[in-house]
C-alpha cells in the first residue's frame, strides 16, 4: 500500500487520539491482528493483545499521559511518526516530558503491521529519577 498525505494524517491523528484515550485496545486497534512492536530494541510484543499490554504498562508508568504528534512523513508503505509525551511518572511522581517516534509498515488495510519505537530510556530514567 501506498500512503498517502491524507490517508497519513488521519492515520497519525486516529494513533495520537488512542493513546490519550488512555485505553490499551484502542492502541491495539491500530495494529493489525498479526502486528508487532519493538520499543528501543527491545523483545517484540506481538498481536493486538501484546500491543495492548505493551500500552497498558505505559499507562500504568504514567498514568496522566498526554502524547502529541509532532510529525508524520511516508513513502511507499513505510511511515515515520513523531511524538512527544508528558505527564507524571507513577511511582517518583516527577513530570516527564520525552520525545520519540515510530516506525512504521502499513498492511494494505491501513493497519502498522511492524512499529518501531524508540525515545531516550536514559533521559526517561533521569526525568523520573529512577
Not at 530510556?121 to 523520573?128: C, H, P, T
Request: charged share 20%.
Amino acid at each position: 500500500m501506498t500512503i498517502t498525505v491524507d490517508h497519513l494524517h488521519a492515520l497519525a491523528e486516529g494513533y495520537t487520539d488512542a493513546w490519550n484515550s488512555r485505553r490499551p485496545e484502542a492502541v491495539a486497534s491500530f495494529f493489525s491482528f498479526e502486528g508487532l512492536i519493538t520499543i528501543n530494541g527491545g523483545e517484540p510484543w506481538r498481536g493486538r493483545e501484546g500491543v495492548a499490554a505493551m500500552a497498558a504498562g505505559f499507562f500504568a508508568d504514567v498514568p496522566d499521559m498526554t502524547l502529541v504528534c509532532d510529525g508524520a512523513r511516508a513513502s511507499g508503505a513505510h511511515a515515520v511518526y513523531l511524538w512527544t509525551f508528558t505527564g507524571t511518572h507513577a511511582v517518583s511522581k516527577r513530570q516527564l516530558t520525552i520525545s520519540g517516534w515510530e516506525e512504521w509498515d502499513v498492511s494494505d488495510a491501513a493497519l502498522i503491521e511492524r512499529s518501531s519505537g524508540n525515545f531516550d530510556a536514559e533521559e526517561y530514567s533521569r526525568q523520573a529519577c529512577l
